[in-house]
């Protein structure tokens, strides 16, 4: 069962255009919603995280809005730059250790 | 503030044949925690290790065990592997009962099983 579903798989997006990517999860006990970036033969990194009590937070180009009641949390990278290309994974933490969705591959084209 | 390493990079392993992975924790974490990232995967938590101890463990085989040492570097340990073994294995070092539950990744080390 997969606890955390994010979509698209891939995705394809202009420079300077806005990158969106959605997640949603079922258990509630979670309370801890970080993202974190993938480049090839890399780790993942921490790139931006929150928690349910919020509904936006933001880091420069980096936004993840979370709405408690649907169970969904997404990322927007604002002015996506081709250095953004890379795997993004969502995650959830909370009565379990870290689960991550299954990743969206982002290519920003010139 | 030294960040999460990991040893050996690469690695190429026989079916059968036992590994042993390793992973130095980012400066002032206590706890590591493995995943297992199958290519075109998310990363799928093996086990983690606070104070020495396993701390929570995923859906993996018992062949797959571990260390955490005194100074919070620990060991990933696989035992009669399988093709299927094949992945990046990565280290995350967290601080636990922060608030923030952050955990940072070293860069993995590639097994491949022949």
């Known amino acids: 069962q997969q606890q955390v579903k994010q979509s698209p798989q891939s995705l394809i997006v202009q420079k300077g255009g806005i990158s969106i990517i959605n997640c949603a999860y079922e258990n509630t006990a979670f309370d801890y919603f970080p993202w974190y970036q993938q480049f090839p033969g890399k780790g993942p990194a921490l790139l931006i995280a929150i928690r349910p009590d919020v509904s936006e937070k933001k880091e420069g180009r980096f936004t993840i809005s979370f709405n408690k009641s649907a169970k969904q949390f997404s990322l927007h990278i604002m002015d996506s730059q081709p250095g953004d290309s890379a795997t993004y994974f969502c995650?959830?933490?909370?009565?379990?250790?870290?689960?991550f969705g299954k990743g969206t591959r982002l290519s920003v084209i010139a | 503030e030294t960040g999460v390493t990991q040893s050996p990079t690469h690695l190429i392993k026989t079916r059968g044949q036992q590994v042993t992975l390793r992973c130095s924790s980012q400066?002032?974490?206590?706890?590591v925690s493995w995943y297992q990232q199958a290519l075109g995967q998310g990363p799928q938590f093996i086990f983690q290790y606070y104070r020495e101890e396993e701390n929570g463990r995923g859906n993996f085989p018992p062949r797959f065990s571990g260390l955490q040492f005194p100074n919070y570097s620990s060991e990933l340990n696989v035992n009669a592997l399988e093709l299927d073994d094949s992945a990046l294995y990565l280290c995350?070092?967290?601080?636990?009962?922060?608030?923030?539950?952050?955990?940072?990744f070293g860069p993995g080390t590639r097994l491949t099983v022949t």
């Open positions: 995350a070092s967290s601080l636990q009962g922060r608030v923030g539950y952050e955990q940072y």
């Open positions: 995650a959830a933490l909370g009565n379990t250790p870290l689960v």
């Open positions: 400066s002032g974490h206590n706890t």
